[in-house]
DNA sequence: GCCTAGGTTCAAAATTTATTGAAACATCAG
DNA sequence: CTGATGTTTCAATAAATTTTGAACCTAGGC
């Protein structure tokens, strides 16, 4: 069913060949992938982050590739933005070459750290913009009911930036 | 700066020719875009909102297409979306043949639907197989790391179904 | 019934996003 | 320094998603 077609079975650097993923790990997988869809994240990335949370151990680059079947420019990518977001740590034992990675311990702050890296800086980056529509439609004279709308959004703009600091330290604090 | 290159400016069915978005209407709809973006809502479907949004009455079908210049289609679809989320609502005068829309009254009761409607389907679906990979994990005798962490997905899981319907009850309650 | 304004559908085209893999880079043992 | 291992980069390719527009419905007036 595998087939060994993998040219010269070479002797010496030998390709461990790593298993693929076993049903259960499977479904784990596809869980990930499809919260993870929903915040748009990649389905390499999520299924990384996957195996790294049913394995035992800290699992080194290799592995990863391995076990998944993707590219290795994926799973640099993948655990760069998994390393980015918090979400995974790396363990490098002494006098070891090779990181190994595991997932950071609390999978519920990983996930507001994530939310916190979209959302936040589309509402900083859109404070004074809400700002000045709001400023331009009361110059208008526009109908209360538009006002009304464009203050509330400026009101949640502004509190959402306010209450984010305290959900999550930023990064460094 | 309008080409009047729509060919043969028909006189009878004329079509009204509707303004292209102010500055101000773009601001917004950038927002709104952005924001769309990370729950992976399409970008037509956001400037579809935000027009309504920022519009002092309801908008009908041919006005939204001309503002904001995009194809019947994309119109359909995205105002077939915006009501599946109970995000907009329709206004017929009685005698009237077009309907006519304008966004419901919370944006956030709209965001939370929206997110219920994305979250639920996928934690309901993941239940059973969530708890087969615990037991599959404990019959294998997993490391205690492992057991733990799936234990705490299932408990999330779990909770988490039983507090979305007091979110916002389900679309008809 | 027939016609038409108003809207929907959906396959094809355009656009966006993710993945790959070869080449470049980095680091460490010797 | 040198050579090999381990990782990152990024242009090209593949895959997924969105948009378009023409054909197709549907309800209401006549």
């Known amino acids: 069913m595998k087939p060994p077609s993998e040219k ?42 996957a195996l790294l949370y049913v394995s035992s151990g800290p699992l080194d680059f290799d592995h ?15 655990l760069k933005f998994l390393r980015d977001h918090e979400m995974v740590l790396s363990v490098k034992e002494k006098g070891a070459r090779r990181e190994r990675w595991q997932p950071t311990p609390s999978l519920a702050a990983s996930l507001v750290a994530l939310l916190r890296s979209q959302v936040l800086p589309a509402l900083e980056q859109a404070q004074p913009g809400l700002q000045r529509v709001l400023a331009d439609a009361q110059q208008r004279g526009a109908q209360p009911e538009v006002i009304e709308r464009l203050s509330r959004l400026n009101r949640w703009n502004s509190r959402a930036l306010e209450l984010a600091p305290l959900l999550l330290p930023p990064p460094g604090a």
Chains 1, 2 share one sequence.
């Open 8 to 49: 010269s079975a070479g002797r010496r650097k030998s390709r461990p060949s790593f298993e693929p993923l076993q049903p259960h790990e499977v479904e784990l997988a596809d869980f990930f992938v499809r919260m993870a869809g929903i915040l748009g994240v990649p389905r390499s990335v999520a299924e990384i982050y």
């Open 64 to 78: 990863i590739q391995g076990r998944l079947g993707i590219s290795k420019g994926s799973v640099s990518q993948g």
